[in-house]
């Protein structure tokens, strides 16, 4: 960042210039990462999964039965939607030019994450999964830093959606296609291992062995993290559950996770893939672990369910309080990685050099989120004033901070994209806002943040609301809005923010809360995305 202007330089010229959302015109190339096949050894396993009926699934579902009253729209356009549980709302039905869905997964949202189809498959059809987890409750349930819900006493389930993104295209309403059930406890997260581990097509005649939709590793209510091997939900249709529509939600019970990796001591409270051979852990008493994850899926032993400490690489404490947020430095082979943590500090490891931590920054309040692009110095995050800060490194190595705004409200997740510039920031207010990183900061604009919408909760009539054609605003125009509490009404908190991994389809966002409702946005520009 020179004196000149307030900018690190961009990967891609033109960048810097893209306001409003990103453009195809400039994404960045990322085949190196998402071109590249990973586990071609690691299959999903029958043995491991078993499906169950209907009737039989009611203990791991969420609690809610009554349809949620929903209004979207714009301006005189407004209307308001009974949407059952496991329903959608298509947003192209309610507004000329978004694309996207309402989704109500029944449950308060804190595991979100798209299914990477990397490899690309020769013929993209559109068709993209994500993963939900959470609780079955919704602002009824709360659970405390810390607590715990041994194994069997708290069922749940992990939902994948099926859903067709396209700008061009009709899209059919989602579709819930599997529910992972399991009693493990509540999800306080989950992400996909993040490229190479896509497969839509045979893979031998081991009658065992099926097609593999992706790797997930999650933080269950037991204290530990899991990571299963799932199937993909063509190859259930086919082989475990030959008679099920296509369109009719399959039930596995998760009767055996591929690895499972704990420390006695600590509950995991955050979780990040650092490529596709490493895991990173945040945990309640302040410690951070790195395991080894291409030994822990490659060994076969039968008792890799267990959660041990087993394949632990290094565990460090380098914060006073526990860790809330973990963010490695890309998905290229990375050695450092960011965390944030309950004492206010936001500090950066070295792999190669754990125990010696450094501080990028100290606030009087929780780190709550940290997201790094592997294409840039920056660290984007928040601190105890909700300010949106990206800290990175000048051209001549000092070190720099450049202010993106404020948020209203506490800011609960921050994302980035690999292909483009923008990240996501989230908040309790259920604001929900993008921003591009590298945008020219001159005399005529100062630096903006564009609202993808604001959730808002009619108490009175109990309907939720989805507010949207909010006008870009700078950081003065975002100060001069009305104030309100920290954390305001739990109804509209937004806990989850996420964009969509694939380059086709990079553009759109998802989000979702403790309302138990999870949306999908195109943010693109331009006319060329498909």
């Not at 009926?53 to 308001?80: A, F, M």
């Not at 839509?200 to 997930?216: A, F, M, R, V, Y």
């Not at 369109?247 to 996770?257: F, K, Q």
């Not at 483009?420 to 100062?446: D, E, P, T």
């Amino acid at each position: 960042m020179g004196k000149n202007n307030n900018v690190w330089p961009p990967p891609v010229k033109g960048l810097e210039y893209e306001f409003e959302g990103p453009s195809a015109d400039h994404l960045i190339d990322t085949s190196h990462i998402y071109d590249q096949t990973v586990y071609q050894d690691v299959h999903a396993q029958k043995n491991e999964w078993t499906v169950m009926d209907k009737s039989q699934v009611e203990d791991y579902l969420p609690y809610r039965t009554k349809d949620v009253k929903v209004t979207v729209g714009i301006h005189e356009n407004k209307t308001t939607i009974d949407l059952p549980t496991f329903g959608s709302i298509p947003l192209a039905n309610h507004f000329q030019y978004k694309r996207g869905f309402v989704i109500n997964v029944g449950g308060s949202i804190w595991g979100l994450d798209f299914v990477p189809k990397s490899p690309p498959p020769p013929e993209d059809d559109k068709t993209h999964y994500l993963a939900v987890g959470g609780y079955k409750g919704t602002t009824e349930e709360h659970f405390e830093l810390g607590s715990n819900q041994p194994r069997g006493s708290y069922k749940n389930a992990i939902q994948i959606w099926r859903m067709a993104l396209s700008v061009k295209e009709s899209c059919e309403d989602p579709v819930l296609d599997l529910c992972l059930l399991h009693d493990y406890g509540i999800t306080y997260d989950l992400r996909w291992c993040p490229y190479g581990t896509y497969e839509d097509g045979d893979i031998g005649e081991d009658e065992n062995k099926l097609p593999k939709l992706g790797i997930l590793s999650f933080i269950s209510g037991d204290g530990a993290v899991r990571t299963i091997v799932v199937p993909h939900p063509k190859a259930v249709r086919k082989v475990l559950s030959p008679n099920t529509d296509e369109n009719e939600t399959i039930y596995l019970r998760i009767d055996r996770s591929r690895c499972a990796f704990a420390i006695t001591t600590s509950q995991v409270t955050s979780i990040a893939w650092g490529g596709h051979s490493k895991l990173a852990t945040g945990h309640a008493v302040g410690n951070l672990a790195v395991w080894d994850m291409e030994a822990a899926l490659r060994n076969t032993s039968d008792n890799n369910d267990m959660p041990r400490n087993r394949h632990l690489i290094f565990s460090c404490i380098p914060f006073d309080a526990s860790v809330r947020s973990i963010s490695w430095n890309g998905h290229d082979n990375p050695d450092k990685l960011v965390a944030g943590g309950y004492d206010g500090r936001l500090v950066m490891i070295d792999i190669n050099d754990p125990f010696i931590g450094l501080t990028l920054n100290r606030s009087r309040s929780i780190v709550n989120n940290c997201a790094w692009a592997w294409h840039g110095t920056m660290v984007i995050h928040s601190d105890a004033d909700n300010l949106t800060q990206g800290f990175g490194i000048n051209t001549d190595g000092t070190p720099a901070k450049l202010r993106f705004g404020e948020m209203l409200g506490f800011c609960w997740t921050a994302a980035v994209s690999e292909h483009h510039a923008q990240f996501a920031v989230a908040s309790s207010l259920g604001w929900v806002r993008s921003c591009n990183m590298y945008q020219k900061k001159i005399r005529q604009l100062l630096l903006a943040q564009n609202t993808v919408y604001k959730l808002h909760y009619h108490e009175d009539k109990d309907i939720y609301q989805y507010i949207d054609g909010i006008a870009k605003q700078t950081i003065d125009e975002t100060r001069s809005l009305p104030s309100y509490r920290q954390f305001g009404e739990t109804h509209m908190q937004i806990q989850r923010v996420v964009w969509n991994p694939n380059k086709t389809t990079s553009a759109f966002l998802a989000s979702g809360g403790a309302a138990g409702l999870c949306r999908i946005d195109f943010e693109g520009r331009g006319s060329k995305w498909e």
